[in-house]
């Protein structure tokens, strides 16, 4: 998480102890279009590959995680919440 993004978490979240989990990403593709509709509230939902994750050697998003959605500088626009996290196979 960069400097920026640390910032903004701090100025939004006002407990004594973080959440178990915060990241900061944007969208792969048309960054700034994609999150703009997050900002707006229009855009509540997202999907990735498992594939993706497993490469990154990221941790899986999961229920009461928080997150941050930068823009293309890398700057903080938007919270999200996962209020809901599923898994699907598409065969």
């Not at 009461?64 to 700057?75: D, F, H, M």
């Amino acid at each position: 998480m960069n400097e920026a993004a640390k910032v903004y978490w701090r100025s939004f979240w006002k407990e004594e102890s973080d959440p178990p989990f915060v990241s900061a990403w944007s969208f792969d593709a048309s960054v700034d279009e994609l999150a703009q509709p997050v900002v707006d509230g229009l855009k509540t939902a997202i999907c990735s590959g498992l594939i993706f994750y497993q490469i990154e050697q990221e941790q899986l998003p999961e229920k009461g995680n928080y997150g941050i959605v930068l823009n293309r500088l890398e700057e903080p626009v938007a919270f999200i919440s996962n209020n809901r996290c599923a898994g699907y196979s598409y065969e």
